[in-house]
């Protein structure tokens, strides 16, 4: 059953791998990769922790709030990014064990999709994160679409987190 503290794991700084489709509802548009730094905090004696991700080869940040629901014992992720500065729709989920699946609603402008007007028509989407392979050092989450009713998802976005190593003590870090 989840707990305020599911995410203490993801405290301190993390250098993140990131691999992400050109087109979110696209499997075949081909991956982007970009490297980020990642560091995060905890907020409420855990029950809530926010987070800030700079991706300076793409000049943008985004950040996560995660709260605890302690009526429901659900987590609410909401992300946010410095390029609109608003927040998506929340996901809302759990952990099970050591992996977490957290659900949402969305609409995303599909780039294949125009009016006849040439502007770019928004699909209804269902969204999946979901976080595993959470050891001391590493962990993983992952981003997926759905536009079917969860019959089949699109994995559109996936970033492998690893631990930052402490500075060691007495040196610059330089």
Known sequence: ????????????????HNRRLADFLD????????AATHRCWSLFD????IDEMAVPSQGWKGLTLRLFDQETKEWSLNWSSSRTGK????????FT????????????????????G?????KDVRVR??????????????QAFSVDGEKTWVT???MDFTRRAAPVSGTSGA
């Open 1 to 16: 059953m989840s707990s305020a503290h599911d995410f203490d794991f993801f405290h301190g700084a993390w250098d993140v």
């Open 27 to 34: 499997p075949d548009s081909g991956w982007q990769e970009f």
């Open 46 to 49: 855990g029950a809530a922790n």
């Open 87 to 94: 927040l998506f729709p929340p996901v809302i989920g759990h």
């Open 97 to 116: 064990d050591d992996r977490g699946e957290f659900f949402g609603d969305d609409m995303l402008p599909h780039s294949r999709l125009r009016s006849s």
């Open 118 to 122: 040439g502007t770019p028509i928004s």
């Open 129 to 142: 994160f979901v976080w595993s392979g959470i050891s001391e050092t590493t962990a993983r989450w992952e």
């Open 156 to 158: 559109n976005w996936v």
